[in-house]
Protein backbone atom coordinates (compact mmCIF):
# COMPACT_ATOMS: atom_id res chain seq x y z
CA UNK A 1 0.00 0.00 0.00
CA UNK A 2 1.21 3.47 -0.15
CA UNK A 3 2.26 3.34 3.63
CA UNK A 4 4.38 0.96 2.89
CA UNK A 5 6.03 2.32 -0.58
CA UNK A 6 6.35 5.85 0.89
CA UNK A 7 8.53 3.87 4.01
CA UNK A 8 10.52 2.08 1.54
CA UNK A 9 11.17 5.16 -0.34
CA UNK A 10 12.58 6.63 3.17
CA UNK A 11 14.37 3.63 3.53
CA UNK A 12 16.43 3.83 -0.22
CA UNK A 13 16.85 7.60 0.79
CA UNK A 14 18.50 6.55 4.61
CA UNK A 15 21.09 4.05 2.67
CA UNK A 16 21.83 7.20 0.65
CA UNK A 17 22.45 9.20 3.47
CA UNK A 18 24.14 6.55 5.25
CA UNK A 19 26.85 6.04 2.06
CA UNK A 20 27.78 9.61 2.58
CA UNK A 21 28.03 9.56 6.22
CA UNK A 22 30.60 6.80 6.26
CA UNK A 23 32.28 8.27 3.22
CA UNK A 24 32.24 11.79 5.09
CA UNK A 25 33.83 10.03 8.58
CA UNK A 26 36.31 7.15 7.08
CA UNK A 27 39.27 10.22 7.48
CA UNK A 28 38.44 11.02 10.89
CA UNK A 29 39.81 9.13 14.00
CA UNK A 30 38.59 10.72 16.60
CA UNK A 31 35.76 13.01 15.65
CA UNK A 32 32.67 12.70 13.71
CA UNK A 33 32.79 14.45 9.88
CA UNK A 34 29.37 14.73 9.73
CA UNK A 35 28.01 17.84 8.27
CA UNK A 36 25.07 19.10 9.65
CA UNK A 37 22.52 18.38 6.66
CA UNK A 38 23.55 14.86 7.35
CA UNK A 39 23.10 14.63 10.74
CA UNK A 40 19.84 16.50 10.18
CA UNK A 41 18.82 13.82 7.78
CA UNK A 42 19.70 11.42 10.67
CA UNK A 43 17.73 12.81 13.19
CA UNK A 44 14.58 12.79 10.35
CA UNK A 45 15.40 9.38 9.56
CA UNK A 46 15.11 7.99 13.40
CA UNK A 47 11.83 10.12 14.19
CA UNK A 48 10.02 8.63 10.93
CA UNK A 49 11.26 5.01 12.40
CA UNK A 50 9.87 5.99 15.91
CA UNK A 51 6.71 7.29 14.79
CA UNK A 52 6.21 4.39 12.11
CA UNK A 53 7.25 1.73 15.15
CA UNK A 54 4.51 3.70 17.35
CA UNK A 55 1.95 3.55 15.03
CA UNK A 56 2.44 0.03 14.43
CA UNK A 57 1.95 -1.10 18.32
CA UNK A 58 -1.20 1.27 18.12
CA UNK A 59 -2.48 -0.39 15.80
CA UNK A 60 -1.88 -4.18 15.93
CA UNK A 61 -0.73 -3.83 19.87
CA UNK A 62 0.15 -6.76 21.21
CA UNK A 63 0.14 -8.95 17.91
CA UNK A 64 2.62 -6.46 16.77
CA UNK A 65 5.43 -8.77 18.58
CA UNK A 66 4.20 -11.92 16.79
CA UNK A 67 6.78 -10.56 14.20
CA UNK A 68 10.10 -10.79 13.83
CA UNK A 69 10.62 -7.70 11.76
CA UNK A 70 8.62 -5.49 15.08
CA UNK A 71 11.98 -6.56 16.74
CA UNK A 72 14.23 -5.59 14.36
CA UNK A 73 12.22 -2.21 13.96
CA UNK A 74 13.09 -2.02 17.73
CA UNK A 75 16.36 -2.50 17.38
CA UNK A 76 16.96 0.24 14.42
CA UNK A 77 15.10 2.31 16.62
CA UNK A 78 17.10 1.65 19.88
CA UNK A 79 20.35 1.93 18.50
CA UNK A 80 19.56 5.34 17.08
CA UNK A 81 18.58 6.76 19.88
CA UNK A 82 21.57 5.12 21.98
CA UNK A 83 24.05 6.55 19.42
CA UNK A 84 22.05 10.06 19.60
CA UNK A 85 22.90 9.78 24.08
CA UNK A 86 26.30 8.43 23.79
CA UNK A 87 28.17 10.60 20.77
CA UNK A 88 27.96 13.74 22.85
CA UNK A 89 28.90 12.19 26.04
CA UNK A 90 31.83 10.09 24.53
CA UNK A 91 33.29 12.87 22.75
CA UNK A 92 36.60 12.35 21.46
CA UNK A 93 38.01 9.55 23.13
CA UNK A 94 38.94 6.86 20.92
CA UNK A 95 36.73 3.82 23.09
CA UNK A 96 34.40 6.34 22.51
CA UNK A 97 34.29 6.13 19.28
CA UNK A 98 34.88 2.89 18.52
CA UNK A 99 31.58 2.36 20.29
CA UNK A 100 29.84 4.58 18.13
CA UNK A 101 31.39 3.60 15.34
CA UNK A 102 29.62 -0.53 16.41
CA UNK A 103 25.94 1.81 16.59
CA UNK A 104 26.50 3.20 13.23
CA UNK A 105 26.81 -0.35 11.63
CA UNK A 106 23.64 -1.40 13.84
CA UNK A 107 22.64 1.01 11.31
CA UNK A 108 23.02 -1.34 8.29
CA UNK A 109 19.53 -3.06 10.11
CA UNK A 110 17.71 -0.68 8.34
CA UNK A 111 17.91 -2.06 5.33
CA UNK A 112 16.20 -5.19 6.46
CA UNK A 113 12.80 -3.01 6.96
CA UNK A 114 12.83 -2.28 2.98
CA UNK A 115 13.10 -6.36 2.66
CA UNK A 116 9.85 -5.96 4.96
CA UNK A 117 7.90 -3.58 2.13
CA UNK A 118 8.19 -6.65 -0.64
CA UNK A 119 6.50 -9.95 0.07
CA UNK A 120 9.07 -11.62 -2.46
CA UNK A 121 12.14 -10.01 -0.63
CA UNK A 122 10.85 -10.70 2.55
CA UNK A 123 10.39 -14.73 1.66
CA UNK A 124 14.16 -14.66 0.58
CA UNK A 125 15.35 -13.30 3.85
CA UNK A 126 12.77 -15.75 5.97
CA UNK A 127 13.89 -18.67 3.58
CA UNK A 128 17.80 -18.05 3.74
CA UNK A 129 17.13 -17.52 7.82
CA UNK A 130 15.91 -20.87 8.35
CA UNK A 131 18.67 -22.34 6.03
CA UNK A 132 21.41 -21.09 8.59
CA UNK A 133 20.78 -23.27 10.90
CA UNK A 134 21.57 -26.30 8.12
CA UNK A 135 24.85 -24.24 6.85
CA UNK A 136 25.75 -24.11 11.01
CA UNK A 137 25.21 -27.06 11.59
CA UNK A 138 27.15 -28.52 8.27
CA UNK A 139 30.18 -25.88 8.93
CA UNK A 140 30.52 -28.12 12.35
CA UNK A 141 30.48 -31.75 10.64
CA UNK A 142 33.08 -30.49 7.67
CA UNK A 143 35.10 -29.09 10.78
CA UNK A 144 34.93 -32.17 12.87
CA UNK A 145 35.74 -34.09 9.41
CA UNK A 146 38.32 -31.53 8.09
CA UNK A 147 39.70 -31.84 12.25
CA UNK A 148 40.06 -35.48 11.94
CA UNK A 149 42.15 -35.74 8.83
CA UNK A 150 44.82 -33.05 10.08
CA UNK A 151 45.36 -35.31 13.30
CA UNK A 152 46.01 -38.44 10.52
CA UNK A 153 48.00 -36.30 8.59
CA UNK A 154 50.02 -34.27 11.07
CA UNK A 155 50.80 -38.44 12.38
CA UNK A 156 51.45 -40.08 8.64
CA UNK A 157 52.38 -37.14 6.64
CA UNK A 158 54.56 -34.93 8.46
CA UNK A 159 58.00 -36.89 8.87
CA UNK A 160 57.91 -37.75 4.74
CA UNK A 161 57.01 -34.32 3.63
CA UNK A 162 59.15 -31.84 5.76
CA UNK A 163 62.21 -33.72 3.77
CA UNK A 164 61.11 -32.72 0.29
CA UNK A 165 61.99 -29.80 -2.03
CA UNK A 166 58.72 -27.52 -1.86
CA UNK A 167 58.88 -24.22 -3.55
CA UNK A 168 56.47 -22.19 -0.67
CA UNK A 169 57.93 -22.66 3.11
CA UNK A 170 54.21 -22.84 3.53
CA UNK A 171 54.27 -26.36 2.32
CA UNK A 172 57.20 -27.99 3.70
CA UNK A 173 55.19 -27.29 7.35
CA UNK A 174 51.77 -27.84 6.15
CA UNK A 175 51.47 -30.66 8.17
CA UNK A 176 53.67 -29.61 11.33
CA UNK A 177 50.77 -29.48 13.82
CA UNK A 178 47.18 -29.90 13.78
CA UNK A 179 46.18 -26.17 13.55
CA UNK A 180 48.60 -25.52 10.47
CA UNK A 181 47.07 -29.09 8.57
CA UNK A 182 43.70 -28.49 9.56
CA UNK A 183 44.85 -25.24 7.69
CA UNK A 184 45.90 -26.88 4.88
CA UNK A 185 42.81 -29.03 4.46
CA UNK A 186 40.15 -25.77 4.77
CA UNK A 187 42.40 -24.36 1.78
CA UNK A 188 42.74 -27.51 -0.23
CA UNK A 189 39.70 -29.64 0.28
CA UNK A 190 37.03 -26.73 0.47
CA UNK A 191 38.31 -23.95 -1.94
CA UNK A 192 40.28 -26.14 -3.57
CA UNK A 193 43.95 -24.73 -4.03
CA UNK A 194 47.35 -25.66 -3.15
CA UNK A 195 47.63 -28.80 -4.67
CA UNK A 196 51.05 -27.59 -5.23
CA UNK A 197 51.91 -28.38 -1.50
CA UNK A 198 51.25 -32.16 -2.09
CA UNK A 199 52.45 -32.99 -5.41
CA UNK A 200 56.27 -33.48 -4.57
CA UNK A 201 54.96 -35.87 -1.93
CA UNK A 202 52.68 -37.79 -3.72
CA UNK A 203 55.02 -37.89 -6.76
CA UNK A 204 57.37 -39.49 -4.16
CA UNK A 205 55.32 -41.34 -2.17
CA UNK A 206 52.18 -42.41 -3.92
CA UNK A 207 49.37 -43.96 -1.60
CA UNK A 208 49.08 -40.98 -0.16
CA UNK A 209 47.50 -40.23 -3.06
CA UNK A 210 44.62 -42.13 -1.59
CA UNK A 211 44.27 -39.85 1.83
CA UNK A 212 43.95 -36.60 -0.36
CA UNK A 213 41.85 -37.85 -2.97
CA UNK A 214 39.27 -39.41 -0.21
CA UNK A 215 39.39 -36.05 2.12
CA UNK A 216 38.38 -34.38 -1.17
CA UNK A 217 35.68 -36.82 -2.19
CA UNK A 218 34.06 -36.95 1.20
CA UNK A 219 33.94 -32.82 1.09
CA UNK A 220 33.29 -32.12 -2.05
CA UNK A 221 31.31 -35.02 -3.45
CA UNK A 222 29.57 -35.62 -0.04
CA UNK A 223 29.14 -33.15 2.77
CA UNK A 224 29.09 -30.30 0.24
CA UNK A 225 25.80 -31.64 -1.21
CA UNK A 226 24.38 -33.13 1.50
CA UNK A 227 24.81 -29.83 3.00
CA UNK A 228 23.16 -28.15 -0.10
CA UNK A 229 20.27 -30.52 0.09
CA UNK A 230 19.45 -29.17 3.03
CA UNK A 231 19.89 -25.93 3.04
CA UNK A 232 17.32 -26.21 -0.33
CA UNK A 233 15.01 -28.20 1.59
CA UNK A 234 14.97 -25.92 4.64
CA UNK A 235 14.64 -22.66 1.94
CA UNK A 236 11.23 -24.79 0.96
CA UNK A 237 10.29 -25.30 3.88
CA UNK A 238 10.72 -21.40 4.96
CA UNK A 239 8.38 -20.71 1.66
CA UNK A 240 5.83 -22.93 2.47
CA UNK A 241 5.51 -21.68 5.97
CA UNK A 242 5.00 -18.05 4.17
CA UNK A 243 2.76 -19.36 1.71
CA UNK A 244 1.06 -20.24 4.28
CA UNK A 245 0.83 -17.03 6.43
CA UNK A 246 -0.48 -15.35 3.21
CA UNK A 247 -3.18 -17.40 2.62
CA UNK A 248 -4.28 -16.92 6.14
CA UNK A 249 -4.11 -13.10 6.27
CA UNK A 250 -6.23 -13.33 3.12
CA UNK A 251 -8.58 -15.76 4.57
CA UNK A 252 -8.51 -13.46 7.62
CA UNK A 253 -9.12 -10.40 5.57
CA UNK A 254 -12.23 -12.28 3.63
CA UNK A 255 -13.99 -13.00 7.04
CA UNK A 256 -13.56 -9.68 7.99
Same mark, same amino acid.
Given at each position: DYFDTAIGLVIVANVGVMVFDTNA??????????GLGLIVMSYFFLLVY???? &????SVYQCDAFRS?? =???? $?????????????EPIVGGSLNGMDIIKVLRMVRLSRTIKFVGCFPSLKGIIEGFASAMVAMLWGGLAMAGLLLTFAIVAVELVHSYNQ? &???????????????? =???? $?FI????????WSCIT???LEHWYFALLFLSVFCLVQLGLMNLILTAVVDE?????????????????AAEEE
Open positions: NAECQETTCSTLEL &LARLHW =TYAD $FVVVLSGYVELVLG &LDHEEEFCKLAFRDVQ =TSFL $FQNAVIGDRPLIAQKARERDTEDRLADLK
